[in-house]
């Protein structure tokens, strides 16, 4: 037998489902040496996970993807609710917007099914030189004990011995890394609720359902019911099943398909819709039996080398529709991070706040998700059932969990990478939350633009400057001096910018001057980097986008107010114009200075 090949890497993905891929994708673009590998032969085809909330559209977009997404994905605007009827059927309870967050950047869900959320991954990567190394497994890990290893991020302290599931001969690679990033789902788990049953189902139906292209819930005498619609003229049927289900071996706990049969989830289907009629009008494209048990890992990492991501970290219910959601943001939070600390920007102390953020936002999913997956399972109240939950109580929690469960309304707690000490500089803007979209125009041409797509998702942070009106002398002043402070040696951009500032901060510049009174070139060249880089709240050249954004903000129309938007599009830190070396405090705490 020959001897196993060597080979070195900067990160080893073990996992090539949306986590890694989200992963491997950002690592790729940000021009780390970074590998992906698989057990499976092939990628999925059909069926998995299909939701993506809104603010996974808003990341993906940020990555250059949104568009494809948005244009072959199913949209839900509405949900609809239903509860039994006196006649023994359901009736429509009520309607409302499936997206309840004002400020979502795109108002609904789009359903995709994993296998295309997965290709749109493949299709960035694959130009660029990066494919999925498939049909390989990790047989064996090893991890140095040496501090002096451990703490230098270029050392490799982690060896992996990988097996070739494809080949009889030369299947054995022995791979040493600075980093491993684990999305191939569960390991270690604290378990903190009782398992649920859900068959799924996905078929084109015959329907008289008035609701049945929106996300509809459905509470009947014969169990519950979510109605997703997905691309095409597709459906999805997640059906609730009895805890007694005799789908699931007693002796081992796992689900015995065998006991199962699509059919069978059809006919459960169809007794929970009545009085309206649902038939089967196509093959079924995919069906499974689902048993989720709500887990979090007790820790994201070890030593800081090996992490964690996606369902190997967090599982729940497929109710709350955050599987993707959630394993895709892992990585986009992780991915910034390991590329700063390879690049020598940055301490091993940054990637710490891989776990601090993820970690507590999936206990709060766990909360939620117990919490919501509880009130779908519930019985509507009524004569015979007085304890049972209300409509309103159901749809006050639905509209209730949306900022959580949109994924607009997550907030990162203070830390070194969260400092909301001028908070109230822009009152309507929270830091530690995602940037807020709003519609400015272009100075140079008033093309109206979302600011979110002049914050791509290419590790640098962006540096905003809101100032006042750029047609009045006293601003100019205060832009020049400003500019003049920046250029300084001792600024923040010198001081973190790794010799070329430009790699490390994007900056942009926010006027409320109106489009008749300026021109782009009236702002320093410190801060207009580009001519695209110069914004006005104002509206476009036919009053129909554009304005109010310093408003939507809660900063004042005087401006002078500085926010530093994270590479991952969070908010991290707001300052006023005299207050640089606060913002220099903040990048301080977590990056190596590099003089100018």
Request: proline letters at 5%; a negative charge; charged letters at 25%.
């Given at each position: ?155 490799y302290p982690v060896k992996v011995t990988l097996k070739r ?64 619609p997905r691309e095409g003229d597709l459906m999805r049927y ?8 005799d789908y699931v071996d007693k002796t081992t706990g796992r ?342």
């Amino acid at each position: 037998m020959s001897s196993p090949t060597e080979s070195t890497v900067d990160v080893l993905i073990i996992g090539a489902g949306p986590a890694g891929l989200m992963c491997a994708n950002a690592l790729h673009r940000a021009g780390v040496n970074v590998r992906i590998i698989d057990k499976r032969a092939v990628g999925v085809a059909a069926g998995q996970a299909d939701g993506i909330q809104a603010r996974t559209i808003e990341v993906l977009q940020s990555y250059g993807l949104g568009d494809t997404l948005i244009r072959e994905g199913a949209h839900f605007y509405r949900a609809a609710f239903y509860n039994p009827g006196p006649d023994g059927g359901i009736v429509r309870a009520d309607r409302t917007p499936s997206i309840a967050s004002p400020t979502a950047r795109y108002p609904y869900l789009i359903t995709r099914h994993q296998g295309a959320i997965e290709a749109l991954f493949r299709g960035s990567m694959e130009p660029m030189g990066l494919f999925v190394q498939r049909s390989t497994i990790p047989t064996g890990i090893e991890i140095s004990q040496e501090e002096s290893e451990l703490n230098d991020p270029q050392a490799y302290p982690v060896k992996v011995t990988l097996k070739r599931l494809d080949r009889e001969e030369d299947d054995i690679e022995v791979v040493k890394a600075k980093f491993i990033v684990g999305c191939d789902g569960a390991h270690s788990w604290v378990r903190n609720t009782l398992d649920s049953f859900f068959g799924v189902v996905d078929m084109v139906v015959e329907t008289d359902f008035p609701d049945t292209r929106c996300w509809s819930f459905l509470h009947s005498n014969h169990g519950v019911l979510m109605n997703v619609p997905r691309e095409g003229d597709l459906m999805r049927y997640y059906i609730q099943l009895p805890e007694d289900t005799d789908y699931v071996d007693k002796t081992t706990g796992r689900v015995d398909k065998s006991r199962a049969s699509p059919e069978k989830l059809i006919e459960r289907a169809q007794k929970i819709f009545q009085p309206f009629n649902m038939k089967q009008a196509g093959p079924v494209e995919w069906w499974t039996i689902y048993i989720i048990g709500q887990r979090v890992a007790q820790k994201y990492s070890v030593h800081d080398r090996i992490f964690i991501a996606g369902d190997a970290c967090h599982t729940h219910s497929p109710k709350s529709g955050q599987g993707m959601n959630a394993s895709m943001n892992d990585t986009h939070n992780l991915a910034w991070k390991l590329a700063y600390v390879l690049r020598g920007w940055a301490p091993m102390s940054l990637l710490q706040t891989y776990e601090a953020e993820r970690l507590k936002f999936a206990r709060d999913l766990i909360a939620f998700d117990k919490r919501w997956a509880g009130l779908m399972a519930s019985k509507p109240r009524s004569e015979e059932n007085p304890d049972g939950i209300t409509h309103e109580e159901f749809v006050e929690a639905f509209q209730t969990f949306s900022g959580f469960s949109s994924g607009v309304g997550i907030r990162y707690e203070p830390s070194t990478v969260v400092n909301p000490t001028h908070q109230s500089l822009a009152s309507k803007l929270t830091i530690g939350e995602r940037m807020i979209p709003h519609v400015f125009v272009q100075a140079a041409d008033i093309r109206p633009v979302n600011i979110h797509d002049r914050m791509p998702s290419d590790t640098r942070f962006k540096v905003l400057f809101f100032t006042g009106d750029l047609a009045a002398a006293e601003t100019k002043a205060r832009l020049r001096a400003l500019a003049e402070e920046l250029e300084a040696p001792g600024s923040f951009l010198r001081r973190y910018g790794q010799g070329d500032y430009h790699k490390v901060f994007d900056i942009l510049c926010v006027c409320t001057a109106k489009k008749e009174d300026v021109d782009y070139t009236d702002v320093p060249k410190t801060l207009r980097t580009h001519w695209t880089k110069v914004l006005l709240d104002d509206t476009d050249m036919h009053g129909r986008e554009g304005g109010g954004g310093f408003v939507a903000y809660g900063i004042k129309p005087e401006g002078s107010v500085i926010i530093v938007v994270r590479p991952d599009g969070y908010v991290g830190m707001i300052a006023p114009f005299d207050r640089l070396d606060d913002i220099s405090a903040y990048f301080s705490s977590f990056m190596l200075g590099v003089s100018s």
